[in-house]
């Protein structure tokens, strides 16, 4: 029984890896079944037996990267006991974390804008609202220690959300790009916008 589920959920992963690349390499309208199952070498019908669905495994799909991107995060930030140097470290870490996962980036983008309702609505976990809230409540606890300045909330983590969304396209645009140099001048920014002087 625990072997048969942990077999289960390596073949569940590796469907989802694949749809991620795929959703990448040809957009979330044509990800279909057929490209995502040949891309892991299986028959579609193998998709289904794991996935009831289209919306479910795409709900996967955003559910696993998001969860993969928080991990990240969170690993980034472990020890720290400043909420200013805490984010520093989720800038810096995002940005790194975008270069090391460019697919994952691709995708989620595909997901959020260029998809259909119903994968837009089965990928809820990546709206940007989701993350302006992580945000918010993140910019409320450095206020309430004193850290950062007195600004609007949502105002700010529209503006460091904004800020982070346009890290993934430059990765694209600039290959030669120095990403340790680019992280922490984004690095640098984010913690003049906020911080208390």
């Not at 991990?71 to 800038?91: I, K, M, P």
């Not at 980036?105 to 976990?125: F, I, N, Y």
């Not at 340790?180 to 640098?188: C, G, I, N, S």
């Amino acid at each position: 029984m625990v072997k048969g589920s942990f077999i289960e959920e390596k073949r569940r992963r590796q469907i989802v890896d694949a749809a991620i690349d795929t959703i990448a390499e040809h957009g979330a309208a044509n990800a279909s079944f057929s490209k995502i199952a040949a891309r892991v070498g299986i028959s579609p019908s193998l998709i289904s037996y794991h996935f009831a669905s289209r919306s479910e495994l795409v709900a996967a799909v955003a559910n696993t990267m998001n969860a993969d991107l928080d991990a990240a995060l969170e690993q980034a930030t472990e020890g720290t006991d400043s909420c200013l140097a805490a984010a520093r470290l989720l800038v810096d870490g995002f940005v790194r974390y975008a270069d090391r996962n460019r697919n994952h980036m691709l995708a989620m983008l595909q997901l959020t804008v260029g998809s259909s309702p119903s994968d837009r609505e089965a990928a809820a976990v990546l709206d940007q609202e989701h993350a302006i809230a992580e945000w918010q409540e993140f910019l409320r606890e450095g206020q309430q220690a004193g850290e950062f300045r007195d600004f609007d909330l949502r105002t700010v983590a529209l503006c460091l959300h904004a800020l982070l969304t346009g890290v993934p396209r430059e990765l694209f645009v600039n290959p030669e790009l120095d990403v340790d140099r680019f992280a922490a001048q984004v690095a640098d920014f984010a913690e003049r916008a906020i911080r208390k002087t």
